[in-house]
């Protein structure tokens, strides 16, 4: 079965970053989007950053853009997300994501993706 395990998070200062990484099993891996969603405690989860299935394109949230980088690794089934100047509103709990079905266009919907990792921490230590 589909399985997600994220790793990385932690307890960072502002302007500090992290690695996040997630290494998915039983499936193909680079037949499907890939993304990264977050929620915050009382908030929505919202979608941070997808990936094409090829690696070739890339969709984020405003709010991320120019210092998040998710990227993959298709040897190691593993998707990665680069976060720098981190803030205190990134301060959330992640999760790996796996869309339900081969999506051709980018998307950051929650309906749109079937598979999730358990989540991995990142708080703001300011």
């Known amino acids: 079965q589909v399985q997600l395990v994220e790793s990385g998070g932690g307890s960072v200062q502002a302007g500090g970053s992290l690695r996040l990484s997630c290494v998915a099993s039983g499936y193909t891996f680079s037949d499907y989007l890939m993304a990264w969603f977050r929620q915050a405690p009382g908030k929505e989860r919202e979608g941070g950053a997808v990936l094409a299935r090829d690696g070739s394109s890339t969709l984020y949230r405003d709010s991320v853009k120019g210092r998040f980088t998710i990227s993959k690794d298709n040897g190691k089934n593993t998707l990665y997300l680069e976060m720098n100047n981190l803030k205190p509103e990134d301060s959330a709990m992640y999760y790996c994501?796996?869309?339900?079905?081969?999506?051709?266009?980018?998307?950051?919907?929650?309906?749109?993706?079937?598979?999730w990792g358990q989540g991995t921490q990142v708080t703001d230590s300011s």
């Open positions: 994501a796996r869309a339900r079905e081969v999506f051709y266009e980018l998307t950051l919907l929650q309906h749109d993706f079937a598979y």
